[in-house]
């Protein structure tokens, strides 16, 4: 099992950024795609963003895209999600994960690319202040 612990969330104005890591240990594995997700109080965890294992493809979801960067360091074991134009719409609890067993597991199907996340932080808080 792999743990990851995620860093980095806090209170922002709207337009401003932040920049989250996680850091990875345990059974780890340069071979899997690591994510980040959020979810909103009252609604589903939601996938915003994912990288494979090289860093050489990456994955946002459309409410993301062009705002915010997902990048990893394999000899460190991180991923960070560094978050620009922040909106209020974006506060939520930001959870990393990495692809792999474990529960609960979230399937992510989104253009070229199919993963199964299993392994999850346990979650840093985001809040974007109108």
């Known amino acids: 099992q792999v743990q990851l612990v995620e860093s980095g969330g806090g209170l922002v104005q709207t337009g401003g950024s932040l920049r989250l890591s996680c850091a990875a240990s345990g059974r780890t594995s340069n071979s899997n795609t690591m994510g980040w997700f959020r979810q909103a109080p009252g609604k589903d965890r939601e996938f915003v963003a994912a990288i494979t294992w090289s860093g050489g493809s990456t994955y946002y979801a459309g409410p993301v895209k062009g705002r915010f960067t997902i990048s990893r360091d394999n000899g460190k074991n991180t991923v960070d999600l560094q978050m620009n134009s922040l909106k209020p719409e974006d506060t939520a609890v930001y959870y990393c994960?990495?692809?792999?067993?474990?529960?609960?597991?979230?399937?992510?199907?989104?253009?070229?690319?199919?993963?199964?996340?299993?392994?999850w932080g346990q979650g840093t808080q985001v809040t974007v202040s109108s």
């Open positions: 994960a990495a692809e792999g067993p474990g529960l609960p597991r979230v399937i992510v199907t989104t253009k070229g690319l199919t993963v199964g996340f299993g392994s």
